[in-house]
């Protein structure tokens, strides 16, 4: 099993979204979060004076898949989160030991 986390933009949710829904994924998880890259925030105008945005507000999206289905999703979000600007965001990719469903006690990809 595998954990694919992706900073993306606010408005290009739905979009990821809707694509992951499209390939059967059928649970995400999603985040608020803010963060700097290459992009080192941006400036802002606000009552007539310019100020630096430190931290540009972004998405976190969070899906556990099969070793198998792994490709596949990596495409979907790439495609669906794709402006091709700098800031499109990041994708990570970690091992998981295990997945544990709280309610029926099923482990592993039957928890999925």
């Known amino acids: 099993m595998k954990k694919v986390e992706a900073v993306i933009r ?3 949710l739905e979009d990821v979204k809707n ?9 995400m998880t999603i985040t608020e979060v ?3 890259g290459r992009q080192k925030g941006h400036t802002e ?6 100020y630096a945005v430190d931290f540009v507000p972004k998405v976190k999206l969070e899906v556990v898949v099969s070793t198998d ?6 495409d979907t979000v790439m495609r669906a ?3 091709g600007q700098i800031g499109d965001g990041k994708i990570f990719v970690t091992d998981l030991a295990d997945t544990i469903r709280i309610r029926t006690g099923e482990t592993g990809e039957e928890a999925l």
């Open 10 to 12: 606010h408005f290009k």
């Open 19 to 27: 694509a992951l829904s499209e390939q059967g994924i059928t649970g």
């Open 34 to 36: 803010r963060g700097f």
């Open 45 to 50: 105008m606000y009552r007539g004076t310019e």
């Open 69 to 74: 289905n792994l490709k596949n999703v990596i």
């Open 81 to 83: 989160a794709q402006t």
